[in-house]
């Protein structure tokens, strides 16, 4: 039986609140203010909240759907390295050719040996009897950037090394390379829209807390 823990999900989940609670903050820091453009920055929020809410919906949906049983066949953990991007996928070789199911981080991913065997359906990946979540859409070419594989033998210890290097605190430090170009968005803003130091402040931070939630929500690989 397949586990059911879904705690590979917490993170990211916890970055969307993150990013709809500064959407909400800032909103109601637009509305008490006596700026002449709150109604723009309260409908620029407004978007972001609805835009977050929805992707976030779409892939927890993806993440959970069922598929069948499935059936044994040959998988594989890879990393993807591209540019500030880190994402594990399963490869799956299956008799009508090979696709790619992207995962949510999960500590196990480090005790997988290259290649193994899994249960698979579709994007429904499972590993000895734990459930690997997937992040996004299978594909069927190879993911762009470095491929790094997974080791044919993995270190006794690899599941405890994958819970360190998962922790919150490592994650948020990783993922926030991905915030370098929120302070050019807060710029643009300003450019755009006006409202001098708190605008720009506002939506450098909605920006970073976006960036920070993307790669959250599509499966950054802190190891």
Do not use: N
Request: hydrophobic share 50%.
């Amino acid at each position: 039986m397949a586990s059911r823990s879904s705690a590979p999900l917490a993170y990211p989940i916890a970055l969307t609140g993150v990013v709809l609670a500064a959407c909400v903050g800032f909103g109601i820091a637009a509305a008490a203010g006596s700026s002449d453009r709150a109604l723009d920055q309260i409908s620029a929020l407004a978007l972001v909240f609805i835009g977050v809410d929805a992707f976030t919906a779409y892939t927890l949906f993806t993440a959970f759907r069922k598929r069948g049983e499935g059936v044994p066949v040959g998988v594989r953990r890879v990393r993807q390295v591209h540019r500030l991007t880190s994402r594990s996928w399963i490869e799956v070789q299956v008799p009508s050719g090979t696709y790619w199911v992207p995962v949510f981080f999960d500590p196990v991913l480090l005790s997988m040996p290259a290649p193994t065997v899994a249960v698979v359906a579709g994007p429904q990946v499972v590993w000895e009897g734990h459930r690997l979540y997937a992040s996004g859409p299978v594909r069927h070419t190879e993911p762009v950037g470095r491929l790094v594989d997974s080791p044919s033998m993995p270190d006794v210890d690899a599941a405890a090394v994958g819970v360190e290097v998962g922790r919150p605190l490592r994650r948020l430090t990783l993922d926030a390379q991905q915030t370098v170009a929120a302070p050019l968005v807060g710029l643009l803003w300003v450019y755009i829209d006006g409202g001098g130091i708190a605008a720009f402040v506002g939506a450098t931070c909605v920006a970073a807390a976006v960036a920070m939630w993307l790669a959250a929500i599509r499966g950054s690989d802190p190891s």
